[in-house]
């Protein structure tokens, strides 16, 4: 099956940019959606598509994907950017929607 | 907008089976996309269960060995969800989602906490 790697935690000082990677063999070929997780609440979408914005997320908030990397890129980071992200893809060889670990970002 | 909310027994049995249902408001189900299944383990990560056209036709993760159903009734906008032969390891907060390939997981539900225990 498709394995989506991605760093357990990053910690980032209010104001910086926060730069969370998912790792995929050839990655760049699929498409990429990124997910925010608040502490007991349900993940709400932030990116899809590799880099569309749904129109409720702030600009702050971009993707990119390409080769063996997606990335999603926080800008300005804010207390209320402290979450746990996952991005995911579809796996279209095994008909399966497949997600990265989990990245806990945690605002300094 | 749409709104989905999901509901379960809460607490099953091991070697049991689990039944759950997501009810859709403010979107008709006959009008397209997939509606999907998902759960997260306490303290763990997404794992996808199982999705629906309004079709009826679906798909399911290989990982859960054909223990999944899952169905739609269009007439009461619902998707529902079994999982037969609960273990431990199936306790989990299970969560519906509408999705699309290009579009990803775009609306949930706010989850509900089902237990496998005797």
């Known amino acids: 099956s498709y394995v989506l790697t991605q760093p357990p935690s990053i910690s980032v000082a209010p104001g910086q940019t926060a730069t969370i990677t998912c790792g995929g063999d050839?990655?760049?070929?699929?498409?990429v959606h990124w997910y925010r997780q608040r502490s007991g609440q349900a993940p709400v979408r932030v990116i899809y598509n590799d880099h569309d914005r749904p129109s409720e997320i702030p600009e702050r908030f971009s993707g990119s994907n390409s080769g063996n990397t997606a990335t999603l890129t926080i800008s300005r980071v804010e207390a209320g950017d402290e979450a746990d992200y996952y991005c995911q893809v579809w796996d279209r060889r095994h008909d399966d929607y497949v997600f990265g670990g989990g990245t806990k970002v945690t605002v300094l | 907008q749409v709104q989905l909310r999901e509901s379960g027994p809460g607490l099953v049995k091991p070697s049991e089976t689990l039944s759950l249902v997501c009810s859709v408001s403010?979107?008709?189900?006959?009008?397209?996309?997939?509606w999907g299944w998902l759960r997260q383990p306490p303290g763990k990560g997404l794992e996808w269960i199982a999705s629906i056209f309004h079709s009826g036709s679906s798909s399911h993760s290989p990982s859960l060995n054909g223990r999944v159903t899952i169905s739609v009734d269009t007439s009461k906008n619902h998707v529902s969800l079994t999982l037969e032969s609960v273990t431990a390891a199936d306790t989990a907060v299970y969560y519906c989602?509408?999705?699309?390939?290009?579009?990803?997981?775009?609306?949930w539900g706010q989850g509900t906490l089902v237990t496998v225990s005797s």
């Open positions: 989602a509408r999705h699309e390939t290009a579009m990803g997981f775009d609306s």
């Open positions: 050839e990655i760049g070929i699929k498409t």
């Open positions: 403010g979107y008709s189900i006959s009008t397209g996309y997939f």
